[in-house]
C-alpha cells in the first residue's frame, strides 16, 4: 500500500539521535526533506546552495523538466544548515530505501497497516509494521497528504509537486476516512 506520514511521526524523525550513524543520519535528513517538499528521490538528493533562493527551493525537475518553487520549512532549513547547504551524498534508491526502513524502527513507526493484495490470482490479507512499508516516494506522498490536511488548496500544491493532471496528483492523497472526518469537524460546515 502507498502510506503517508504525519506530521508527528514526521517530528518522531526529526527527533532521532542519529550521531552515531552516518547512514542513517543523512538518509533520515534527505527524507524529511522530502516529507517537507515532495520531491522525488532523482531531485532531493541533488539540491545544491544554489537551489537556495531566499526562503525557497527553486529546480527544474529531472523526471518532467518542471520547474518548482518550494518554500523552506524550519526543518529543511535547519538541517541545510547543519551540513552548510552542502550535504553528504544520498546512498542509492534500493539502499537509501532499506536504511530508511531501520530508521522507521527506531522512530517507533510500528503502527499496523492491513492491505489486500492479489498474490498469484488470491487475494491475500497482509499486516505489518508501517515502517517496513517506508520508501524515499513515501516523502512526496507525505507533503502532498499533510498540506491536504492543512488546508492548502490543491492548485497550490500541484505547482509545488509539479503534478499537471488532477487525477495523478490524487493518487498522492493518502489520507483515511478518519483523518478526513477530523478535518471536516473543524470546518464551519459543521461548526454552525
Not at 544548515?81 to 551524498?89: E, G, R, S, T
Not at 497550490?156 to 476516512?177: E, G, N
Request: charged share 20%.
Amino acid at each position: 500500500p502507498k502510506i503517508f506520514l504525519t506530521m508527528d511521526e514526521i517530528q518522531s524523525l526529526v527527533d532521532l539521535d542519529l550521531s552515531n550513524n552516518k547512514m542513517k543520519e543523512v538518509v533520515r535528513d534527505y527524507f524529511v526533506i522530502s516529507c517537507m517538499t515532495s520531491l522525488r528521490y532523482s531531485d532531493f538528493i541533488n539540491i545544491k546552495e544554489e537551489n537556495i533562493k531566499g526562503e525557497t527551493i527553486q529546480l527544474i525537475t529531472k523526471k518532467t523538466g518542471e520547474q518548482v518553487v518550494i518554500p523552506i520549512s524550519k526543518w529543511v532549513k535547519d538541517i541545510f544548515i547543519k551540513y552548510n547547504f552542502n550535504l553528504d551524498p544520498a546512498p542509492c534508491n534500493q539502499v537509501f530505501n532499506k536504511v530508511l526502513k531501520d530508521v522507521g524502527l527506531m522512530a517507533g513507526l510500528d503502527e499496523l497497516i492491513t492491505f489486500s493484495k492479489t498474490i498469484g490470482g488470491v487475494k491475500k490479507v497482509i499486516t505489518c509494521k508501517k515502517y517496513q512499508l517506508l520508501t524515499c516516494h513515501t516523502g512526496r506522498r507525505s507533503m502532498i497528504s499533510n498540506c491536504i490536511l492543512a488546508g492548502i488548496a490543491t492548485p497550490q500544491i500541484m505547482l509545488m509537486s509539479a503534478h499537471k493532471s488532477l487525477k495523478v496528483f490524487q493518487s498522492y492523497v493518502r489520507i483515511d476516512q478518519v483523518q478526513n472526518a477530523e478535518k471536516l469537524a473543524s470546518h464551519t460546515f459543521f461548526n454552525n
